[in-house]
């Protein structure tokens, strides 16, 4: 594994854990030349996740694009960056466990907003800002309204 501060071939393995239900190996490396550390993670390949968007092109699905639209909209909230992975990490088990090798990109916004709505109210809300293209205030407040009946009829 070639260190990523200084490109040297030779590193050591410092710890080794299984991550992902067992599906992903994690492994925090130390270079021998630079002392730096980092972390990789070894997973089985599957066959790809096609995401289709709004106008019909077709993308593989990306993990890391999934979880920087979960971290922008939990950005300065109480959420960790483990909650953050372990959501993306449920969500795409779910897509990929779905027998559909392509999914649209709404099923993808709405389980993250139903992921989010029970995690961190602000959060939700600022995804759904996003997602749902809120063109106005009114739109915003119809949203809060249907939060806060949401929470009370739970």
Not at 10 to 33: I, M, N, P
Not at 44 to 71: H, N, Q, T
Not at 113 to 118: E, G, K, S, W
Not at 137 to 149: A, G, P, T
């Amino acid at each position: 594994m070639h260190c990523p501060f200084c490109g040297n071939d030779e590193t050591k393995v410092l710890e080794s854990r299984q991550v992902e239900e067992g599906t992903a190996v994690r492994r925090r490396r130390e270079c021998d030349h630079c002392s730096r550390r980092f972390t990789t993670f070894e997973k089985y390949e599957d066959m790809p996740l096609v995401v289709v968007k709004k106008d019909g092109r077709r993308e593989e699905f990306s993990r890391g694009k999934l979880k920087a639209g979960i971290l922008r909209a939990c950005e300065k909230r109480p959420v960790s960056v483990e909650q953050i992975e372990n959501m993306a990490y449920e969500i795409e088990k779910n897509l990929r466990n779905g027998h559909d090798r392509e999914v649209p990109s709404k099923s993808i916004g709405e389980a993250v907003m139903n992921n989010l709505v029970h995690l961190d109210e602000v959060a939700y809300i600022r995804f759904a800002s996003v997602y749902r293209e809120f063109k106005d205030v009114q739109r915003f407040l119809q949203e809060l309204h249907e939060l806060v009946e949401k929470k009370g009829n739970n």
